[in-house]
């Protein structure tokens, strides 16, 4: 059985991304209320699995991942996409208009501002998770304030749900990592099936030096996805880039890899691992 820890509650979308990579698996699954709990978790237990959000199609990156990513060893080695879909619900009998209060994560109330600007009677509350936020309304008995969240969370919670899809944008997902103890990542994924990469690297403060990379990555045929620059603390206008590649050549990439280091400060191979 995999014990996979996640930030969030029983039914949060971190909950429902472990149960869609993992389906048909037996699962236990270790709620923490914050991404260092999830790696305390796993340094913890070299066993224990890690899923985590790392960008959204409308809020973007999540900047502090990538930092907690590279500084805990950990490897990547998978992604789900998944979609997000938000509901509007409450103790059951409710109706909207008697609404006062909606809580929810604060990206989850920014996806759905438009829908929410529309109910001015529902002051907007910060929390911790959208699948929290429908548990402690249930567990507290409270009237007059609604979550939002998955219909899948409302329903765990006996909760009803006022109005589904309320995010003001269809095209809304998130892309989750699966994470794992480097000792025991081969025992997680197929490297004959990989066909993509998280690199995290710096260059010395050189004109050119980027484009160089750029360059080398170009010439194996490797296709850049995604490049997220991260100030270096304490040295001024130098970066790290985390970068995502694909490939259909394993000894390409491999190339590669090898035509690049010596052009960059302290590269870090973050996962090798399939594509979504």
Request: aromatic share 8%; proline share 3%.
């Amino acid at each position: 059985m995999k014990r996979i820890a996640i930030q969030g509650e029983i039914g949060s979308f971190h909950d429902i991304t472990a149960h869609r990579y993992y389906e048909g698996e037996q699962m236990q699954i270790v709620c923490c209320s914050t991404f260092e709990e999830v790696f305390d978790n796993m340094k913890q237990d070299p066993t224990m699995i890690g899923i985590m959000a790392i960008e959204n199609t409308i809020a973007g990156s999540l900047l502090h991942n990538y930092e907690l990513l590279r500084e805990s060893g950990c490897t990547i080695v998978g992604e789900h996409k998944t979609h997000i879909s938000h509901c509007l619900c409450a103790l059951p009998g409710q109706k909207i208009e008697e609404l006062t209060e909606v809580h929810s994560h604060p990206v989850a109330l920014a996806q759905c501002y438009k829908y929410l600007s529309r109910h001015q009677n529902l002051k907007m509350v910060e929390d911790e998770d959208t699948a929290g936020s429908a548990k402690w309304i249930a567990e507290n008995n409270l009237k007059g304030v609604a979550a939002l969240c998955h219909a899948d969370a409302a329903k765990l919670y006996g909760l009803e749900v006022l109005e589904n899809n309320v995010e003001d944008n269809p095209h809304n997902f998130t892309r989750f990592l699966v994470l794992s103890n480097p000792a025991k990542a081969d025992f997680l994924r197929a490297l004959n099936e990989a066909n993509k990469s998280s690199i995290v690297f710096s260059l010395p403060h050189e004109e050119g030096s980027l484009s160089q990379v750029l360059s080398i990555l170009s010439f194996y045929r490797i296709n850049l996805t995604k490049i997220q620059s991260l100030p270096i603390i304490g040295r001024e206008w130098e970066y790290l880039f985390y970068v995502d590649v694909t490939y259909d050549n394993l000894t390409r990439y491999r190339q590669s890899i090898d035509a690049i280091t010596p052009l960059t400060r302290d590269l870090v191979i973050l996962g090798e691992y399939k594509a979504d």
